[in-house]
């Protein structure tokens, strides 16, 4: 292999996973120190941490008055398939899906809830579905981020006002990180392991007016999970317990503690406004990297529906792109490894189900001067694993 210059400048923090991703600016694991470990989650102190978690949550989202919020076990996964289990079924479901994770939602629509009037609108490769397709009377449940695919929802003018179905959509990935439209919102799910660099297997889920009804006045005609149920004991009426601090299995108080870390570092940054200026530079700083570097491009090519969170980059110069995906992803690898041993930048490949190249999250717990000097180091490694193989 060639010897070639690698740059003098490395970031300050290599560490651009898109999950879980790098904690807040300023944080240490000895700010966790008030954590209730060793407590039970039972406790009217662990209970009021969780409470509190809940009503900043509530006011960082911008939540409107009449929205509930709290936390349910399985990450974002456990908080979309308790809504899914808990709320569907009077109606006929559209889901739209477009990378892995949606992908989960369609499956389990199709496999193991086995709805019977199931339209379902699948696609790939950085490309979204034709969101016309939605009707306002049957639920729609879709990804408002698709964080493996590096695409998003481009608005929110295909869900009708009037609508007679409820939406049911996983943020993961886009809470924090982005405007959310919540007249168009009935339930919304995300992790802690995303936009504010949080703990995993905590899922969160948010529930509308029109989300309660449903709860109230259905009842599931198949099992569900004590893990997924939303419901009272017997089966009918909302689980209003959730909301007050009762879990539906034990919590980690130290991962309450970080989220609760996390949601005052946003807080004390300027609240959503600040968070979503923070993705803007970053992804600025990104982008002005691609705009400039031939052998290298985003891998969704409509910049309307380009997630600028979770940027997903593809090969573009020609004798590489003509590759198979196999070749590919060696290069990618290799890439990914010299980068690891230089501790410049961390778990920057792809996710395993997308097309190889890179991808880089640009979320608000990240640095715009990292991301910018990224870019000089995915050039050497790009230059030296080509050399190489």
């Known amino acids: 292999m060639p010897d070639l210059a690698k740059p003098h400048l490395r970031p300050f923090d290599p560490r651009f996973s898109c999950g879980p991703t790098k904690k807040h600016p300023g944080w240490s694991p000895e700010k966790l120190g008030t954590a209730l470990v060793g407590r039970s989650h039972r406790t009217p102190a662990a209970k009021q941490r969780m409470v509190e978690a809940y009503e900043r949550t509530a006011e960082l989202l911008e939540c ?186 034990t919590p980690s108080m130290l991962c309450f503690e970080d989220y609760l870390l996390a949601l005052k570092w946003a807080a004390k940054e300027g609240g959503l406004p600040a968070l979503t200026a923070r993705v803007d530079r970053n992804f600025q700083a990104l982008s002005d990297w691609v705009g400039k570097t031939a052998w290298i491009d985003f891998l969704c090519a409509d910049e309307q529906r380009r997630s600028p969170v979770s940027v997903t980059l593809k090969f573009a110069e020609p004798d590489i792109a003509a590759l198979d995906q196999e070749a590919q992803w060696a290069l990618t690898r290799r890439m990914c490894a010299l980068l690891e041993r230089e501790n410049a930048a961390l778990d920057v490949n792809p996710h395993p189900s997308a097309p190889a190249g890179l991808r880089i999250w640009c979320g608000p717990t990240m640095e715009a001067d990292d991301i910018a000097a990224l870019g000089p180091w995915l050039d050497w490694a790009y230059a030296s694993a080509k050399a190489e193989l």
């Open 64 to 249: 409107p008055a009449d929205y509930r919020v709290a936390m349910v076990p399985g990450s974002d996964t456990g908080a979309m398939e308790a809504a899914m289990w808990s709320l569907l079924g009077p109606r006929g479901v559209d889901v739209f899906a477009w990378d892995a994770f949606g992908g989960r939602w369609a499956k389990d629509a199709v496999e193991q809830l086995k709805l019977d009037d199931l339209r379902t609108f699948v696609t790939s490769g950085g490309e979204t579905p034709d969101f016309t397709e939605a009707r306002p009377d049957r639920d729609l449940v879709f990804t408002w981020n698709a964080t493996a695919a590096g695409a998003r929802i481009p608005d929110t003018d295909w869900i009708a006002d009037d609508r007679e179905g409820l939406t049911i959509v996983d943020a993961t990935s886009a809470a924090f990180a982005m405007k959310l439209d919540w007249n168009k919102i009935d339930v919304l799910t995300y992790s802690w392991q995303k936009s504010l660099g949080g703990e995993a297997q905590h899922g969160m889920i948010v529930l509308g007016p029109r989300a309660l009804d449903r709860l109230a006045s259905h009842r599931p005609t198949w099992p569900v999970p004590r893990i997924l149920q939303l419901h009272n004991a017997d089966g009918t009426g909302v689980l209003e317990e959730i909301f007050e601090g009762k879990t539906l299995n």
